[in-house]
């Protein structure tokens, strides 16, 4: 019996978890422990510490507890940890102090993993399960645009907070959640598009841990602005029309119109290292493509080779002559990086002439010459022109002259030196 006393007496001793930073950790271990069953004197143990420290144990006696209740224990972690040891010592021990169960279980978590999931474990009357806490967001860049939903993973209760306001409660016991920003401002009576540039309302913060305790870790911050349109993709992409020119173009779907009475697209060119093509803006409605999707058209002729556009919407005011400051941060929405997308040049004309035969006697004016078109634009027809070389001059002797397919005979010919010119239905010329 004594025996016994003594070691109840230990694991009340031990009921604990250490939190030893003065500010909210990056990583945390929220432990749940459940009494499941009970088996005379039970002890459920669970230990976490790292690399470099940190970390804390918790102790509970199943006899001085009900089956069902639940406890939580927040154990912070030191941010440059590698790896985390995580390990469970559950016994019951019966009154001769013989054990009547044992469960031992240990677990290595490196830090590149620690947002994999939740652990679980259960043996002698206590169940205890593991949550990493870390904020994660995930398919999301600063600054967010208001119609975006977050997705935030690793943690257990969750709050936000706008600006300087009061937390307030997102979603209780679960790993992740999904927000839609403008969902959230709405529902505090906010618009977004009214907060001034600077304004401490235009941040958000989310953070995540234990609310029963107060207990989270470091919070993950948004600055929220107005959206863009959203790119859908290019449309009516062209080469170069020749070989040696430089106007290709290309058209930018996107999923709203502007509203021309309040806001102004701002589209710039970039050649994919970062060179600065050139700037366009526009404030009329954009191209209907469909019911849901509209088109801009970069105005200027494009060079072969690979691209991007940034693009914005910025809020005007018509009234005032001249479109807000570049500086302007209050008026301008999300900036949006296209795609890369690639210009490609006209495959050059290419051709070949030879001899068919001469004349077939003096002055007959029957000599014949073959030309063969060997490269160009499929789906384009051809013309050629020919010149007679007399010495230094040179004398046109049959103006452009259409032909069919890729292949045609010049006939006609009287003796003499010719030169012959090719181009296609667009007017490339043969190089």
């Known amino acids: 019996m004594y025996s016994k006393i003594k070691t109840i007496a230990q694991f009340i001793v031990f009921v604990l978890s250490i939190n030893v930073f003065g500010q909210n950790p990056e990583y945390a271990y929220l432990v749940k422990t459940k009494i499941v069953e009970y088996l005379h004197a039970n002890n459920g143990s669970l230990s ?6 940190g970390g804390g144990s918790s102790h509970y006696f199943a006899t001085y507890s009900t089956v069902g209740d639940v406890y939580f224990d927040f154990m912070s972690l030191p941010d440059n940890f590698s790896q985390s040891k995580i390990r469970i010592d559950n016994t019951a021990i019966k009154i001769a102090n013989y054990p009547d169960c044992e469960y031992v279980r240990e677990k290595i978590v490196l830090k590149d993993n620690f947002n994999s999931g939740v652990l679980s474990f259960g043996g002698c009357s206590f169940q205890q399960i593991v949550y990493p806490l870390h904020i994660v967001g995930t398919d999301n860049t600063d600054p967010v645009c208001s119609l975006t939903t ?10 936000y907070q706008i600006g300087n306001g009061g937390w307030k409660t997102l979603a209780s016991a679960t790993q992740s959640v999904n927000i839609n920003i403008g969902d959230i401002y709405a529902d505090n009576g906010i618009d977004i598009n009214e907060l001034p ?5 235009r941040s958000i913060h989310f953070q995540t841990g234990h ?6 870790v470091a919070r993950r911050t948004y600055t929220i602005t107005g959206c863009s349109p959203v790119f859908v993709e290019y449309y009516d992409k062209t080469k170069t029309s020749c070989f040696y020119k430089a106007d290709g173009n290309i058209g ?30 526009t404030t009329n409605s954009l191209i209907p493509l469909n019911s849901t999707n509209y088109g801009y058209i970069w105005p200027n002729d494009i060079d072969a080779g690979t691209y991007y556009f940034l693009y914005q919407t910025q809020n005007i005011n018509l009234d ?24 490609e040049k006209a495959t050059n004309v290419d051709f070949t002439a030879k001899w068919l035969n001469d004349e077939s006697c003096f002055e007959a004016g029957d000599g014949k010459i073959q030309v063969e078109v060997t490269s160009g634009e499929t789906g384009r027809s051809y013309l050629y022109i020919v010149y007679k070389i007399e010495g230094t001059t040179e004398t046109l ?5 259409s032909f069919s397919g890729t292949t045609t005979v010049i006939n006609g010919l009287g003796k003499g030196e010719y030169k012959i010119k090719v181009k296609d239905s667009e007017g490339c010329l043969a190089k």
């Not at 609310?211 to 989270?216: L, Y």
């Open 211 to 216: 609310k029963a305790s107060n207990k989270f």
């Open 397 to 401: 002797e049959r103006n452009w002259t």
């Open 150 to 159: 977050i997705s935030l993973k690793g943690g257990y209760d969750w709050e």
């Open 252 to 281: 930018i779907k996107l999923g709203r119109n502007i509203d021309s009475s309040k806001e102004r697209l701002v589209v710039t060119l970039y050649k994919s290292d970062r060179i600065l093509i050139g700037q366009e803006h």
């Open 48 to 53: 976490i510490n790292t690399d470099l420290g």
């Open 320 to 343: 005032i002559p001249t479109a807000p400051d570049i500086d302007d941060g209050s008026s301008w929405d999300k900036l949006v990086k296209t795609p890369n997308f690639t210009i």
């Open 197 to 201: 540039a600077g304004s401490v309302q």
